[in-house]
């Protein structure tokens, strides 16, 4: 394809995604298709010769797009969400287009800048303490791991690095902390029995105490106290872990405070709900993903650390084919992380708080939650459904409850989750919280507005009563 | 941002790219700026209100573009290339604007399965065995750092990841390795003690009897052989590491083989070099980068195992809030990696390789390999300077040699390349190579042709006789 035909194709996948953002709503929010009927589809082999781009795509709109469960659909009220927004996607194509491999500052001097940049605007949008500074990771199970490897270094003297784990390390999360903190201490090699799980109280928030009396108990059994994760707005319930009494704590027995905000986060630009991070000057280490809930299209996760000088400390490896004269001046993001290669993230980032103004971001935010709360109004109202957790930010976890025994009332609130997202309308998820199914309203996708919020209760109130009448 | 002003925006973007795409060759290929420069002129706070996307733009332009460094520039002879194309670039496009978050199966089916199948393609195209099955990571940093955890899993029976890294395990790489092997051992809590960092021939190559040698004498010790990792096409100098006879001592000693052929390994595609890859059948792990030499812009880095259920029990977690009816019928690639979020990576190899058909690509690899074959005949009929590694695909790797000592030879050379790329026509990186600096000539941009081959030859010679008349 040269440039001409790319300018070509460029201009009619533009009309083609531009009509799509206007027409999102029409599709079924998850794709119907079954296992395996998407790759029967596709030939067993690669094509010898060059296929005309007309026919590439029409296979994409006539064999993916059916495929394909949509993110950024209005009625998305699943998992958390990831949303784009035009200025993002922009973006992105202007990423690919220029191509850049931002693995060094002299690889492509404006992202290490931007980036360094728009990290600072982001720390002044969330409050979070001046000395902390940061970089864009891919994903908070990346960010997490960055955290979990650095406390590890930090904990052993930098000694793990070179002579492997070979202290008893202790880390310290909630039971309702996200999967990729065991993944993470997986990875780093400290294996899943050096988690203790601390128990939550009846809004599924760490107890403070309890991390305290396992931290000198592990302490007296000579084992070392590495990291504590606490969760701002927890994966399953939103749930909020006390920063402040987790922060003394860690203050107090020299543990390593990683902050998970990676959805929750983003509230925290409204000053009414900057008390979400209250405590945060007691972390060593924060992610919160721009992905997510700020309209910046995946992936793009930001991670802040008080101490940089440990994160490269943790990663820095100097082979001579990547030894530039300016290294004493800049900053050499593959020092920051996992990965060597990165792409240019910064980009979106700044498209999108430049397009929106941080008054637009929160705008959208407080919509939001005004949304979950008159979403959790009509929910209370009703004798049928029970609340399940706190409405921290904008999730509201209910079942339905006619006060049949705990199990058949897992196993109804199953099938009242499946026959709404059925309807194709919207789409929620479920979780666990101590035991019991519960349904997940998770409003923060960009197109949503009231109007789906209503169709969504009044999809949920029908099903639920063809479910209780049929039963 | 409206969705029609996303269309008109979007299609002037896309006109500025074409132009960017036709001119990229009148930029300086490494941006000019100094350290700082482009940071001091970004706003220290983010905009409170929303701004017009004319000013991004020419923000953008003025500000964001001197300071990029135009890795799709043909003067690009530099590290290994990040080749984009147009149909690359269409295709992130659309994975931008569909915004779909490819964690599990039942979150964008036809990802999930047109990732099975275009690395099925792959599988085809490079001739690896048939019982291979990957997945897309973002980076070979990546891939080789999962390829690092299962071995150490399978090697500790899946222990580690209970009980944390308790055995003395070892890692066999050869000196000239990546840096990513020595991070990925640190990450993975092994410690870079454990690496065992195996002689080179002349060539730059592994020396496989001294690799059997530390084997046996380590097992003497009672340490455990892990995990070998053989390199097809260093980054220094793409020496290719004899796999066969490495695989060989890899089955008698039941040690996990990893193969690392990020950029080389496209090759492979050409019946002629299908060489490169022999003794593949011993490889437990593989993997190769599309995002360098294949067309597919960065990140596309294909991983493929000979046993996916050991990567699997590497990396599954189950946490209930990610549960779905689908889960036993399907493959959900979060348990395939590190991260649990994943971006639709696979639509931009599907949209490069039916562009170009096999055929295609073909034809491009086998300039690169005539252009360099072409350079090194150049190099070698001017006494001025020296061959310093076999061109073994793509990359000339030599020096000027007047006979001057040694140190002040590798001075010589850093001056020269730096005369050289100061020209902004073209960009050529350097590394060591037993102690001697080496400019490494490395061919493989997709908009690099002869011209701009014969331009590099003409300034470096032009430059080497004023360095010489100077001294």
């Not at 290294?327 to 999108?352: C, H, M, P, S, T």
């Not at 019991?436 to 507005?449: A, D, H, N």
């Amino acid at each position: 394809m040269d440039h001409q035909q790319f300018r070509k194709y460029g201009h009619e996948l533009i009309d083609w995604l531009a009509d799509y953002m206007d027409e999102v709503e029409t599709f079924p929010v998850v794709s119907p298709v079954k296992p395996g009927e998407i790759k029967s589809r596709i030939p067993a082999s690669p094509p010898a010769s060059a296929e005309p781009m007309e026919r590439i795509f029409v296979d994409f709109r006539d064999l993916i797009l059916p495929g394909i469960t949509h993110w950024q659909h209005p009625g998305w009220f699943a998992y958390f969400p990831a949303n784009n927004s035009p200025p993002s996607v922009l973006a992105e194509l202007l990423t690919a287009g220029l191509g850049a491999q931002c693995m060094i500052w002299q690889t492509s001097p404006a992202a290490a800048e931007l980036e360094e940049s728009v990290m600072e605007w982001l720390r002044e949008m969330l409050g979070l303490p001046e000395e902390m500074t940061g970089c864009i990771q891919d994903t908070a199970s990346t960010a997490t791991l960055c955290a979990l490897l650095t406390a590890r270094e930090k904990t052993t003297g930098y000694q793990s690095n070179r002579i492997g784990l070979q202290h008893p390390l202790k880390v310290y999360t909630s039971e309702e902390t996200h999967s990729s903190i065991e993944k993470g201490v997986k990875i780093a090699g400290f294996g899943s029995n050096a988690i203790a799980s601390i128990a939550t109280d009846e809004h599924f928030a760490m107890v403070p105490q309890e991390l305290e009396k396992q931290i000198i108990e592990d302490k007296k059994k000579g084992l070392h106290p590495c990291c504590v994760v606490a969760t701002i707005g927890t994966t399953s319930s939103t749930a909020i872990d006390p920063l402040e009494d987790i922060g003394r704590i860690c203050r107090r027995h020299h543990v390593w405070l990683h902050v998970d905000a990676a959805f929750a986060g983003t509230a925290a630009i409204l000053p009414e709900m900057r008390h979400l991070l209250n405590g945060i000057e007691y972390a060593d280490s924060f992610v919160c993903n721009p992905h997510k809930w700020m309209l910046t299209n995946f992936d793009c996760s930001a991670y802040f650390v008080r101490d940089p000088g440990a994160l490269i400390q943790t990663f820095e490896i100097h082979p001579e084919y990547l030894k530039t004269g300016r290294d004493a001046e800049v900053k050499n993001y593959r020092d920051w992380g996992i990965q060597l290669g990165r792409r240019f993230r910064a980009l979106k980032l700044w498209f999108v708080i430049r397009s929106y103004g941080v008054e637009g971001l929160k705008t959208m935010v407080r919509e939001h939650l005004r949304l979950a709360q008159l979403f959790s109004g009509w929910l209370q109202a009703d004798a049928r459904f029970e609340a399940m957790a706190p409405v921290s930010v904008s999730l509201v976890c209910f079942r339905l409850n006619d006060g049949r025994p705990e199990l058949q009332l897992n196993e109804l609130n199953a099938r009242l989750l499946q026959s709404v997202n059925e309807t194709g309308k919207v789409f929620l998820t479920h979780t666990a919280l101590k035991g019991k199914t519960v349904l997940r309203m998770m409003i923060g996708q960009r197109t949503t507005s009231e109007k789906h919020v209503r169709l969504a209760w009044d999809i949920i109130a029908e099903k639920a009563q063809e479910l209780l009448a049929g039963d």
